[in-house]
């Protein structure tokens, strides 16, 4: 296999990935050989292969192997040479305590180019208190919704934002998996009092991603006294997860408990207005850059309502749309953003995600969403959750497993069970029958 097949491999994964994991866990892998079906690479350390391996080993054969290499298993190992030894000096240097050792903030996710609307105003004015320093109001701040709604943005917003207003503040923003690697470095380091001392002295900690601490006991534990720590000493907390902390898996009681304890926001999903005014503001910026282009009348609605499931496909698919027409030197018309877009509106088309069903099904039943995912098996909560199972099956392309982790982390013959009795209970039941036609319709408009 060449280098030049591997950074194809690495260009998909940090596609795949997002640019924290890539940079955490993909970035430092060095490609040395493939022989007899194994593909070896080098790495730091053995904490780092073996994490690769166990949560991107898959992804790494699925793209090689897309590519033409017949790969069976990867083989990662620490090279008895200087370079090892020259890594304790960088991990040390992560632990001074100072604003610029957390991930980098993306210069563009400021408060002047976040869009408010109504899914998201709460979620706004409450990053925008925080954002205003002082004392300190709600403690954690509790970021919670769907892919592309807008935490890390805001996220990013309020550091900016703290750093602009008082510079002297320590502001410390990460992802939980940076806050779990550096935990495990420094167990292994034996420099835990300097990882500690790291976070406990911050004026402000942020950690997005949260869920990713789940199952992870060691990380957890540490992640509570910090918390705890940092609340004694009034120091502002904010924190992202893709759910609320009631429902996040394998989560102590005592951490969601705390999590719990300040302000809890949800961002909604985008509704119509939302998505459009975020189109419009994304045009101003690019009418600056392409000054020569037109763009008719309808054509941001149009992608407003069928882009639907996520603000930055959206996003990306308006700057290829402006890319394209540039380099035709043409008008973006309907016809022409048809021609361009034909993968992502066909991607979009009827696009339904199981937490969407889920939402939609505990809405028309009345129940909370955390009692439906939850274990409770009364027969107010199973029916609808079987349901939702069922809808799950039928309008998404995810596996019975996958939907039975989506549901609180069932077991995919509990799923079976539940979209085997709603197809049982439809033929004989015609209330039942008409809630799954008026789910289904709701939830493909």
């Known amino acids: 296999m060449t280098n030049e097949i591997w950074a194809t491999v690495l260009a998909a994964l940090k596609s795949a990935l997002?640019?924290?994991?890539?940079?955490?866990?993909?970035?430092?892998?060095?490609?040395?050989?493939?022989?007899?079906?194994?593909?070896?690479?080098?790495?730091?350390?053995?904490?780092?292969?073996?994490?690769?391996?166990?949560?991107?080993?898959?992804?790494?054969?699925?793209?090689?192997?897309?590519?033409?290499?017949?790969?069976?298993?990867?083989?990662?190992?620490?090279?008895?040479?200087?370079?090892?030894?020259?890594?304790?000096?960088?991990?040390?240097?992560?632990?001074?305590?100072?604003?610029?050792?957390?991930?980098?903030?993306?210069?563009?996710?400021?408060?002047?180019?976040?869009?408010?609307?109504?899914?998201?105003?709460?979620?706004?004015?409450?990053?925008?208190?925080?954002?205003?320093?002082?004392?300190?109001?709600?403690?954690?701040?509790?970021?919670?919704?769907?892919?592309?709604?807008?935490?890390?943005?805001?996220?990013?917003?309020?550091?900016?934002?703290?750093?602009?207003r008082s510079p002297e503040l320590n502001v410390l923003y990460l992802s939980a998996e940076q806050f779990m690697y550096r935990f495990i470095t420094a167990l292994r380091e034996r420099k835990m009092m300097d990882?500690?001392?790291?976070?406990?002295?911050?004026?402000?900690?942020?950690?997005?991603?949260?869920?990713?601490?789940?199952?992870?006991?060691?990380?957890?534990?540490?992640?509570?006294?910090?918390?705890?720590?940092?609340?004694?000493?009034?120091?502002?907390?904010?924190?992202?997860?893709?759910?609320?902390?009631?429902?996040?898996?394998?989560?102590?009681?005592?951490?969601?408990?705390?999590?719990?304890?300040?302000l809890v926001v949800d961002l909604h999903p985008t509704d119509y207005e939302l998505r459009l005014g975020i189109l419009q503001s994304k045009v101003e910026v690019y009418s600056a850059q392409y000054p020569e282009l037109q763009i008719a009348d309808g054509v941001l609605e149009f992608l407003a309502h069928r882009i639907s499931t996520n603000v930055r496909v959206l996003e990306g698919a308006l700057t290829r749309l402006f890319a394209f027409a540039s380099l035709v030197g043409r008008e973006i018309t309907l016809d022409l953003t048809q021609d361009c877009l034909s993968d992502v509106l066909k991607a979009s088309d009827r696009k339904v995600t199981v937490e969407e069903i889920q939402r939609k099904v505990s809405e028309h039943y009345n129940i909370r969403l955390s009692d439906m995912i939850g274990p409770k098996r009364v027969r107010n909560y199973a029916r609808p959750r079987q349901i939702a199972m069922y809808l799950a099956k039928q309008m998404t392309s995810r596996s019975l497993p996958e939907i039975g982790r989506r549901f609180g982390g069932r077991d995919h013959t509990t799923v079976m069970?539940?979209?085997?009795?709603?197809?049982?209970?439809?033929?004989?039941?015609?209330?039942?029958?008409?809630?799954l036609e008026l789910l289904r319709r709701a939830l493909q408009e």
Request: hydrophobic content about 40%.
């Open 18 to 164: 997002g640019k924290n994991s890539y940079s955490s866990w993909i970035e430092p892998l060095e490609f040395k050989e493939l022989a007899d079906g194994v593909a070896v690479f080098d790495v730091p350390t053995n904490f780092i292969g073996n994490y690769v391996s166990q949560n991107f080993g898959d992804q790494i054969l699925y793209h090689m192997n897309n590519l033409g290499q017949e790969v069976q298993r990867l083989q990662f190992r620490v090279p008895s040479q200087t370079r090892p030894a020259a890594k304790p000096k960088a991990a040390s240097k992560t632990a001074e305590p100072e604003a610029g050792s957390g991930a980098p903030l993306d210069s563009r996710f400021t408060f002047d180019t976040f869009v408010v609307g109504k899914p998201n105003e709460l979620a706004h004015a409450a990053a925008r208190r925080v954002a205003e320093g002082g004392p300190v109001t709600f403690n954690p701040l509790f970021l919670y919704g769907g892919v592309g709604l807008g935490k890390t943005h805001l996220m990013h917003a309020i550091a900016h934002e703290l750093k602009l």
């Open 195 to 262: 990882f500690k001392q790291l976070f406990r002295s911050v004026d402000v900690l942020m950690v997005d991603d949260v869920q990713f601490i789940g199952g992870k006991d060691s990380t957890q534990e540490e992640f509570f006294h910090t918390f705890n720590a940092l609340v004694d000493g009034q120091k502002q907390i904010i924190i992202s997860a893709d759910r609320a902390p009631g429902e996040i898996k394998d989560l102590e009681e005592r951490i969601k408990s705390r999590l719990q304890c300040g």
């Open 417 to 435: 069970h539940g979209v085997k009795r709603i197809e049982e209970l439809k033929a004989l039941d015609s209330q039942i029958a008409d809630d």
